[in-house]
């Protein structure tokens, strides 16, 4: 059994108007509106949709009520919680409902709305997916936890904080093309470089923005694929792993073990290697994130991330593997529980050559999405293509 | 006279007795540093003591975390209804001083030499922000810690209790013995490693439990340690020390106050450079 996405759409990204049940009705809307063929979402078997439930307005049975209002009453639907990694995993489930041959049509999404709280209950929610017991009790939030990988990955490797400064100069470049984009902004190297201190050596630029979003895909079984388009996005591969909570309990915090184990199996069953991905969407929540990301999904040797940042491998057209063409969670925007669909929307638009001219990857043919829970506990990989496995 | 500097404190040890001192001084008084209290103070000087003699039982007056006490020092507090007197006490003076004294031994306090002068601004404003931490209505808006999952932690949080494993020693200790039957025991580790990471988190970027000294401190500073015996861990710094990091640098992890929390202050170990 092969599973294909067939449609997919997200809102744009940013301090949104809607609520939770505007912003998933609009994505859900785009979703299947993208699809080419006739849709009616009454064929729907299951939903998986991922979110933390930020702020906590509709904590327990949230999907039902987003289910409710996007015309998809009275199927079977359940909220994902992976932390930030949840609509990565959501679409996982999704695969899995249909590769196990209990579902057709599943639909997996994800949402957040992160920009309606006051800063302190907005710091509290920040706060839920890292370990509360050692490491928050340790002062440590998600930019403390990142600056200490930091650092470290700057003394044992040839690198400096200027590698990441090239990585959030790049991305907003990339996001200033994407309309879906929450900051569609370029920057300067001086102006990325001089950024407030967060978390030192991180700066706000070293850190994505808090968003409010909704994203939404369409997965189909190969049997019925072609009733909804003839240029479905086949998923070849799904890969997904998990690693200790808290830093200390790992061997190492210059390398995400959940990433490298979650994107070997990705690749073994896509029967491909990383040097042919033609696009990645990585989780870089961090600039150092994506720094290690490249590492750990094989786009650069260990140790090599920094230099594969500062030699502009990862822009647009310019290297092997276009990295974070939506301008990745840090200019495109970090909806947590919509961040791992919203990267499979990118990868929809950009392996059917529907996104802007200025910002296709050329000749796109396989792409893959990495989304990361916390600082590393869970991760999702996933390797699509045109063609079918 | 000369003071012992130790795990940040003042100590002035006797043969029957150790006097503990804070080194900080407004208008002539000695004051708490930054995250100090009496309880920081008499675990500082149990530990001290421990060096050299073991202690079966102690007595702490009110106004002692007698609880944090035992489980940081291992020490069984004496039993109030008991007819025996405790063998050792801990007394405490008005000003930021406390004495550990065997029972009945005649206490003499000595005026100590190091003397660290406070900005009477900064002092009032960190007392006044504990104070506040301290009402029983504040929660923080941090991701919530129970008390009772403090409380589960709380052994191997204030003493560094570690876990005796097939492995190796593991801490925090984990649970997976409950469910697989493999031995394990208990391992004290020493309060001593060489720090692999550090941070300085802005104020404005703290976790809210510490919103409201965070600002005062100019933001606060965590190290990843290797542990000298070998795990890992994070751990805060020591709020009155000026913040100092380098790649395997040794520190020692000291007895401190974290956060209040519905009035109930949790204590942990906190990093601070290993004196000279």
């Known amino acids: 059994m092969d599973v294909a996405v067939v449609g997919a759409g997200q809102t744009k990204y940013g301090n949104h108007a809607l609520g939770l049940k505007g912003m998933w009705a609009e994505a859900a809307g785009k979703a299947f509106a993208s699809v080419d063929g006739d849709f009616d979402p009454s064929i729907i078997d299951e939903a998986f949709i991922g979110s933390i439930a930020f702020g906590g307005s509709q904590l327990g049975n949230t999907a039902a009520l987003l289910t409710e209002h996007s015309a998809m009453d009275g199927i079977s639907v359940r909220r994902v919680e992976n932390a930030c990694a949840s609509s990565g995993f959501a679409f996982r489930d999704a695969w899995m409902a249909i590769k196990s041959g209990q579902a057709d049509v599943v639909v997996a999404g994800g949402i957040e709305k992160m920009n309606d709280l006051t800063p302190e209950r907005k710091r509290y929610w920040l706060g839920v997916s890292g370990d509360t017991e050692w490491e928050r009790l340790a002062g440590l939030t998600f930019p403390g936890t990142y600056a200490l990988m930091a650092r470290r990955y700057f003394h044992e490797f040839d690198a400096s904080h200027d590698d990441l400064v090239h990585v959030s100069v790049k991305n907003h470049l990339h996001g200033s093309m994407n309309p879906d984009a929450h900051i569609q902004k370029e920057v300067s190297f001086e102006k990325a470089a001089g950024g407030f201190m967060v978390a030192d050596p991180l700066t706000l630029y070293d850190c994505c923005p808090t968003s409010d979003g909704a994203s939404c895909v369409v997965l189909a079984a190969d049997h019925v694929a072609k009733k909804f388009t003839d240029t479905p996005v086949w998923v070849r591969g799904s890969g997904a792993a998990s690693d200790h909570l808290a830093l200390h309990d790992r061997p190492t915090i210059t390398q995400l073990k959940a990433t490298r184990d979650a994107s070997n199996k990705a690749y073994a069953m896509a029967g491909i290697d990383a040097r042919q991905i033609d696009l990645a969407e990585v989780h870089d929540c961090f600039t150092i994130a994506e720094v290690l990301a490249t590492e750990d999904l094989g786009f650069s040797g260990r140790g090599e991330g920094g230099l594969f940042a500062r030699n502009g491998e990862g822009r647009l057209n310019e290297g092997h593997t276009t990295v974070n063409a939506s301008g990745g969670l840090k200019s495109k925007g970090h909806p947590l529980g919509a961040t791992g669909t919203g990267q499979v929307v990118e990868v929809f638009k950009q392996l059917r050559g529907q996104v802007a001219p200025s910002r296709q990857v050329r000749d796109a043919e396989t792409a893959l999405t990495h989304n990361v829970g916390g600082s590393g506990a869970t991760c999702a990989v996933h390797v699509f293509g045109r063609d079918r496995p | ?276």
Not at chain 2, 3 to 20: R, S, T
Not at chain 2, 242 to 269: T, W
């Open chain 2, 1 to 276: 006279m000369t003071a012992e500097v130790w795990m940040g404190y003042l100590v002035d040890a006797h043969d029957d007795f150790v006097m503990v001192q804070s080194p900080f001084v407004l208008d002539g008084s000695r004051v708490f540093g930054a995250d100090s209290d009496v309880t920081t103070l008499a675990v500082a000087g149990l530990l001290h003591r421990l060096q050299h003699e073991s202690i079966a039982s102690i007595s702490v007056p009110d106004g002692i975390d007698g609880q944090s006490l035992s489980m940081a020092t291992g020490i069984v507090l004496h039993d109030e209804e008991a007819e025996d007197e405790a063998p050792w006490d801990v007394l405490m003076s008005d000003e930021a001083t406390v004495v550990i004294a065997k029972h009945g031994a005649d206490v003499e306090l000595t005026t100590l030499d190091v003397e660290v002068e406070v900005d009477s601004a900064f002092n009032t404003a960190l007392e006044a922000a504990w104070e506040a931490e301290l009402t029983a209505t504040h929660v923080s808006q941090g991701a919530y810690v129970s008390r009772a999952q403090y409380e589960e932690a709380a052994k191997s949080r204030l003493s560094l209790l570690g876990q005796s494993v097939q492995e190796g020693v593991v801490w925090p200790p984990r649970f997976t013995h409950v469910v697989d039957g493999s031995p394990s025991t208990g391992h004290l580790l020493q309060r001593t490693g060489t720090v692999q990471s550090w941070t300085t988190l802005s104020a404005a970027g703290a976790p809210s439990e510490f919103s409201l000294r965070a600002p005062l401190l100019g933001g606060i500073s965590t190290v990843y340690l290797q542990l000298d015996d070998g795990p890992r861990g994070v751990f805060l710094t020591v709020d009155d020390e000026s913040p100092h990091f380098e790649m395997d640098l040794s520190m020692e992890l000291v007895f401190r106050r974290l956060y209040a929390q519905e009035g109930f202050i949790r204590y942990g170990l906190k990093a601070r450079a290993i004196d000279d």
